[in-house]
T-cell receptor, first 117, second 111 residues
Framework: GAVVSQHPSRVICKSGTSVKIECRSL??????MFWYRQFPKKSLMLMAT?????????EQGVEKDKFLINHASLTLSTLTVTSAHPEDSSFYIC?????????????FGPGTRLTVL | DAKTTQPNSMESNEEEPVHLPCNHS???????IHWYRQLPSQGPEYVIH???SNVNNRMASLAIAEDRKSSTLILHRATLRDAAVYYC????????????FGKGTKLTVNP
């Protein structure tokens, strides 16, 4: 199947700093990528849809100025958590659909665990 | 959006079949039924999907009720590596590609 990578896999930062998380589609081009957040023992919550070459679409209740998304190329989307606080500590996961796959399945990255001290 | 209902948890023994149910009584005619699973500390992975007919692939089988108001994911022989949270998700044909995850079913496989 298609491969989606994320970097870093784990990051610890101080409160007030900004953290950038990268999501890459390694062997396919993705015009659309998705960003999710997952708190411990909870389900994935969709944060936003990242569109290549245009603005991201945020889900209700997600602060777009806090979670900046940039989808500058067909293989890379970035999520920047600005002025991070302890409540932003979570598991962040991205996904993308490989248009070559007839099943319409989405491929997920391995996730990035963010800890804000 | 149509919702799905799954049991919070299920247990199985290794090498036995597992039937994971999902209720989606408000499903529309254009909703596909997708199943994904998430192993601990990993991103989810696609398992299977279907519309009306039962489906089989190398990972699992999907049995869809005739009225489409429920479906069952079948793992024919559970292994310890199948221990995961299984999510049943509806996605409208031709609609947004985004997936809305419910709470899923946590499957424990006993050796």
């Amino acid at each position: 199947g298609a491969v989606v990578s994320q970097h870093p896999s784990r990051v610890i930062c101080k409160s007030g700093t900004s953290v950038k998380i990268e999501c890459r589609s390694l062997d396919f081009q993705a015009t659309t990528m998705f960003w999710y957040r997952q708190f411990p023992k909870k389900s994935l919550m969709l944060m936003a849809t990242s569109n290549e070459g245009s603005k991201a679409t945020y889900e209700q209740g997600v602060e777009k100025d806090k979670f900046l998304i940039n989808h500058a190329s067909l293989t890379l989307s970035t999520l920047t958590v600005t002025s991070a606080h302890p409540e932003d500590s979570s598991f962040y996961i991205c996904s993308a659909r490989d248009p070559r796959h007839p099943n319409n399945e989405q491929f997920f990255g391995p996730g990035t665990r963010l800890t804000v001290l | 959006d149509a919702k799905t209902t799954q049991p919070n948890s299920m247990e199985s023994n290794e090498e036995e079949p597992v039937h994971l149910p999902c209720n989606h009584s408000t499903i529309s005619g254009t909703d596909y039924i997708h199943w994904y699973r998430q192993l601990p500390s990993q991103g989810p992975e696609y398992v299977i999907h279907g519309l009306t007919s039962n489906v089989n692939n190398r990972m699992a089988s999907l049995a869809i009720a005739e009225d489409r108001k429920s479906s069952t994911l079948i793992l024919h022989r559970a292994t310890l590596r199948d221990a995961a949270v299984y999510y049943c998700i509806l996605r409208k044909r031709g609609g947004s590609e985004k997936l809305v995850f419910g709470k899923g079913t946590k499957l424990t496989v006993n050796p």
